[in-house]
């Protein structure tokens, strides 16, 4: 027990600090206009294990997304996104069950499942993620393109980013 | 007790999120300058227009209020209006140097009402009016409305009156052409609601579409000069003396609510006029 909150307790403080000490200070941009930010800090949500009731899912993302909203002093913005996201995962893990099924304790890593599982699983939680992420920083509909045109910016960094990070480190949870 | 548990463990994800996505918002906006603006702008957009909806359904429960207030209003003028006056003055001269305000004395007076049971089907169309005795309202006086006139009472109970509506084919109105001086009758021969036929008006008379009608004020029951509508249309019958003239009315018969009941005070003397009259023939 101990041994899993020091795990992701570690994992969670990695995350932040290369959240906002390197991804936020190298510029993505802008293109045109747009800026592509990457986001990696939302695999700490994506990797928990399968078992991982739906209330603490809600809570920890609040809380993460409260710290990193400190970091970009963008109070409950990333807050908001990260909930949502976590909000959806159950459903989504429903729709994306393997044949074999998953096993509740282990995490959803690609060492775990495999890689186009995992891409897969990646892609549409960050998609949910940059959806409302970015709806929340435009806040009016008056600018749809502007949030679609970035959510499809961000996505491809952010994808790109999370799938380094996961090959580099290729955590087993 | 284990109802409420059951629901909260069923939709209880259900609520955190949503409570978790409502402080994140209010954080947004409250501490974030961009989002909050745009809030505070939508906010407005939103409570501006559930004020203005407020607004009108109130000022709808206010319109009783507004209708009594304009009926008063109107009877004020319209007893201020020099046709509600009678002039008297009475010198020997043959130029009437100037008018003598101080010898207008009233003659009109009106009751406002509001039109309670209304037929326009028939060809003996009657309409009931929430006035009666008690209010000074009599039989045999008349009912105008603010666009023309509307009928005649026939019969009075403490606080209702039966009318005889302009639409009746037993009705006959005292009418003149405005300007011009030419009287007549105004009757109606049922069928369409919207029109009056005016009849004995002598065909050397010029009468032409457009001219207006009113009422002539040579009768105890209407002030003379209130409008009562247009001629539409008017020709002399062949083998006839007298015109057939199409008066399009001005007054909706179908919407009207608010009348005025004519209250003649010279009314007593009208009547004495009549005995005599009566006993001379």
Known sequence: MNNIVLKYGLRFVLLLLFQVLVLKQIPFGPIGSIWADPFVYPLLIMLLPVKTSKELLLILAFGFGLLVDAFYDSWGVHASALVFMAFLRPALLRRLEPQRGYTLNYGLTIRRYNLIWFAGYAAWMLAFFLLFYNSMLVFTPVYTVEILLRTFLSFVTSFLFVMIFMLIFNPLD | ?281
């Open chain 2, 1 to 281: 007790m284990y109802g409420i548990l059951r629901f909260l463990s069923r939709f209880g994800t259900i609520f955190l999120f949503f409570f978790l996505e409502a402080v994140s918002v209010y954080l947004i906006v409250r501490f974030n300058e961009n989002q909050g603006r745009i809030y505070a702008s939508s906010a407005n957009l939103i409570s501006g227009q559930v004020l203005s909806r407020y607004d009108k359904v109130a000022s709808y429960f206010g319109l009783r209020h507004q209708v009594d207030f304009l009926q008063q209003e109107v009877v004020r003028l319209e007893q201020e209006n020099r046709r509600s006056f009678f002039y008297d003055y009475a010198e020997s001269d043959t130029v009437l140097a100037q008018v003598d305000s101080t010898r207008f004395i009233p003659m009109y007076a009106y009751v406002p009402a509001e039109i309670i049971n209304n037929s326009l089907s028939g060809r003996k169309n009657m309409l009931t009016i929430n006035r009666g005795t008690a209010h000074g309202v009599m039989p045999s006086m008349g009912v105008i409305t603010s666009n023309g006139v509307m009928g005649i009472v026939r019969h009075s109970t403490k606080h209702l009156s039966s009318v005889m509506s302009a639409l009746n084919t037993q009705i006959r109105i005292s009418a003149s052409i405005r300007n011009k001086g030419y009287f007549g009758s105004l009757i109606w021969t049922g069928g369409d609601s919207r029109y009056m036929r005016m009849v004995d008006v002598p065909k050397h008379n010029q009468v032409h579409p457009g001219d207006t009608v009113e009422t002539s004020g040579f009768s105890s029951v209407f002030p003379g000069g209130i409008l009562i509508g247009i001629v539409e249309k008017c020709w002399v019958p062949s083998g006839e003396s007298n015109y057939q003239i199409e008066v399009k009315l001005k007054t909706d018969f179908s919407r009207t609510r608010q009348v005025y009941v004519v209250k003649n005070l010279f009314r007593q003397e009208f009547e004495e006029l009549e005995a005599k009259q009566a006993s001379d023939e």
